[in-house]
């Protein structure tokens, strides 16, 4: 059964760091594209990076490009987004998805091109 578990999230200060992790079970990652998106409060949802089943393309949201890196750890079938300098914008859920690279590169920040989603870990930026 192909299953996306996400991690790391809390409440942090503005400026502050936080790590989230996604960890992949059924499937390895070179599989499938995984990306992060966020969902704020009365917001639509929103790509914010995606990472290609070859690992070899990383794509930001302009507004996380420079705070935010995504990376993998194929020995642990785990992806993680590094985020840095976070905003209270930042504050959101955010889940990782995987989907088909060939449909997920045209438009990464698509949410219906993923198939599979974790159920989310809340990120709250405030003082």
């Known amino acids: 059964q192909l299953q996306l578990v996400e991690s790391g999230g809390g409440l942090v200060q503005p400026g502050g760091s936080l790590r989230l992790s996604c960890a992949a079970s059924?499937?390895?990652?070179?599989?499938?594209?995984i990306g992060w998106f966020r969902q704020a409060p009365g917001k639509e949802r929103e790509g914010v990076s995606c990472?290609?089943?070859?690992?070899?393309?990383?794509y930001y949201a302009d507004s996380v490009k420079g705070r935010f890196t995504i990376s993998r750890d194929i020995a642990k079938n785990t992806v993680s987004l590094q985020m840095s300098g976070l905003k209270p914008e930042d504050t959101a859920v955010y889940y990782c998805?995987?989907?088909?690279?060939?449909?997920?590169?045209?438009?990464?920040?698509?949410?219906?091109?993923?198939?599979?989603w974790g159920q989310g870990t809340q990120v709250t930026v405030s003082s």
């Open positions: 059924g499937f390895t990652l070179d599989a499938f594209a």
């Open positions: 990472i290609s089943s070859s690992g070899d393309k990383l």
């Open positions: 998805a995987a989907g088909p690279f060939r449909w997920v590169r045209s438009s990464w920040y698509a949410p219906h091109l993923y198939d599979y």
